[in-house]
């Protein structure tokens, strides 16, 4: 069992830029995948950004070039960090931890895109 606690939402203007954290603890395996997703009322969850366990990276059109994920397995952390952000990348942001045996989330931490 794998548990995630993120950090770092809150309300931004438009333009501006927002670093997300996600602390991971419990059986950790190597060969994991780590990820962020999305989620507004009334809509499915969807993928922001994810990283897998040997690094690459996958972003869909929305936020490719605006968004950048990182992880630090050393500290078992996970990071978004977020630019030129828009109104419409307001939602509920949950961290995501996937391995051959579990698939995890976290609580969620509310980013807010508002003037």
């Known amino acids: 069992q794998v548990q995630l606690v993120e950090s770092g939402g809150g309300l931004v203007q438009p333009g501006g830029s927002l670093r997300l954290s996600c602390a991971a603890s419990?059986?950790?395996?190597?060969?994991?995948?780590m990820g962020w997703y999305r989620q507004v009322p009334g809509k499915e969850r969807e993928l922001v950004a994810r990283?897998?366990?040997?690094?690459?990276?996958d972003y869909p059109d929305s936020v490719k070039g605006r968004f950048t994920i990182s992880r630090d397995t050393a500290k078992n952390m996970v990071y978004l960090q977020m630019t030129s952000l828009k109104p419409e990348d307001t939602a509920v942001y949950y961290c995501?931890?996937?391995?051959?045996?579990?698939?995890?989330w976290g609580q969620g931490t509310q980013v807010t895109v508002s003037s």
């Open positions: 995501n931890y996937r391995d051959i045996l579990s698939n995890s």
């Open positions: 990283v897998s366990s040997v690094g690459s990276t």
């Open positions: 419990g059986s950790i395996l190597r060969s994991s995948a």
